[in-house]
């Protein structure tokens, strides 16, 4: 029911001679430019298969139908490394880029020791131990005197509006070969779901 739904595009579902789901895998389209021309986008999501049912390889057959679909593109913003494993032996690809996981490392020297246990080095760990401590605790009052001879940042903030969005996101992305394509129905229906898909918290709408 979003208002890019098209009915050309839905989910998948796998069903057994007796009547029963065996498995399914979720499309939700997207309408998306690339190089300014208009082209139909679709996310895959939420490939589930019975238990008792992979050796008929279902989800390598779910995925194959939805790929050889009328999209002109198919992606995917998340995986385990199962389904990585399907997705690129159908031919699909990953854009490492975008699949980094960041890390701030708020205490290094025992997040290095945390790296030495997994490579199960535990008495090192033990004797490594109150130097860590000790190197974290000067590298962390060292930051404070840094970041207090810092400048304020010079800014300010309004409400963001859709109105706003749709008015800046044209400059936002003007760079950008491949970017979504918002209207003011779309932003009607996301606005009032972005607490829901931001599992962090509430969202603050800030310009």
Known sequence: DTPHADPELPGLVSVGDDGRLTGMIGRITRRMEFRGRPIRAAVACELFVDPAQRSQMLGVKLLKKLMAGPQDLLFSDIANETSRKIWTGLGGSVAAWYGLTWVKVLRPAQFALSLLHERRFGKLIGLGQPLAALTDKVFRDASRSLTQLAPKPNVE?????????????????????L?????????????????????????????
């Open 179 to 207: 970017r979504p394509v918002y209207d003011r129905e779309t932003l009607d229906w996301i606005w009032p779901r972005l607490d829901f898909m931001y599992s962090a918290g509430p969202s603050e709408a800030v310009l």
């Open 157 to 177: 903030s309004e409400p963001l509006t859709p109105e706003r969005f749709l008015e800046l996101f044209a400059d936002f992305s003007a760079t950008d070969e």
